[in-house]
């Protein structure tokens, strides 16, 4: 098993720039979510998602969206870059809730706006 | 909704003394409760959970955390630290309602002296 896998590591984009992050789980979690870490600041969510065609809002959702149209998959799209959005972000899946219940994290997207 | 706090942003400790770090959090039930942690430039791990039953948990690396309803806490403990456990360590609260979320504190910083 791959786990949770983000692509790319590191990316540089321009004000006003649109991209996307992808995120792939092969441990067949129904939950998925995406962090964003900056320092003094832990971890804020972004959105997250139950299961395939349901997502909501996180924290700090503004400036992102979210699909999640099969079980595996459940890419974050910047809409119009900002440096604001500069920042570490994490993708992680989980179980449903139960004794299996906890996320298992990617390894982390660095994205530098400019 | 929940939320966690971790009243330490940083803490030092002497290698091979002992070692607590809180965290508080703020639900209506019995929440999941996380403590993950993340050593530099790394994802982050899962350290140990509370779903139910015994108040006492034990994780990996000889952590260990005590749920304590009456104080809302959940407060990690190592009774002797390795300088390998110089990290940052998040606790985290999720809820039992299905559509609810994992909400991450802001984080501790450990720093072991020699």
């Known amino acids: ?63 992102y969206n979210v699909s999640r149209s099969t079980t595996e998959d459940f890419p974050l799209r910047l809409l119009s870059a900002a440096p604001s959005q500069t920042s570490v972000y994490f993708c992680a899946s989980s179980y449903d809730r139960g004794r299996d219940y906890g996320y298992t994290f990617g390894s982390g997207t660095r994205l530098t706006v400019v | 909704a929940q939320s966690v706090t971790q009243p330490d942003i940083h803490i030092t400790v002497s290698e091979g003394a002992s070692l607590e770090l809180r965290c508080n959090y703020s639900y209506g039930a019995t929440p999941y409760l996380f403590w993950y942690v993340q050593s530099p430039g ?35 403990r190592k009774p002797s630290v390795h300088w390998s456990d110089a990290a940052e360590y998040f606790c985290a609260v999720g809820a039992r309602n299905r559509d609810d979320k994992i909400i991450f504190g802001k984080g501790t910083r450990l720093h072991i002296l020699p």
């Open chain 1, 1 to 63: 098993n791959a786990g949770v896998t983000q692509t790319p590591k590191f990316q540089v984009l321009k004000t006003g720039q649109s991209m996307t992050l992808q995120c792939a789980q092969d441990m067949n979690h129904e939950y998925m979510s995406w962090y964003r870490q900056d320092p003094g600041m832990g971890l804020r969510l972004i959105h997250y998602s139950v299961g395939a065609g349901i997502t909501d809002q996180g924290e700090v959702p503004n400036g």
């Open chain 2, 42 to 76: 790394q994802g982050l791990q899962l350290l140990l959970k509370y779903f139910s039953g015994d108040t006492l948990v034990q994780g990996i690396k000889g952590f260990e955390a005590e749920f304590k309803r009456s104080q809302s806490s959940f407060n990690l």
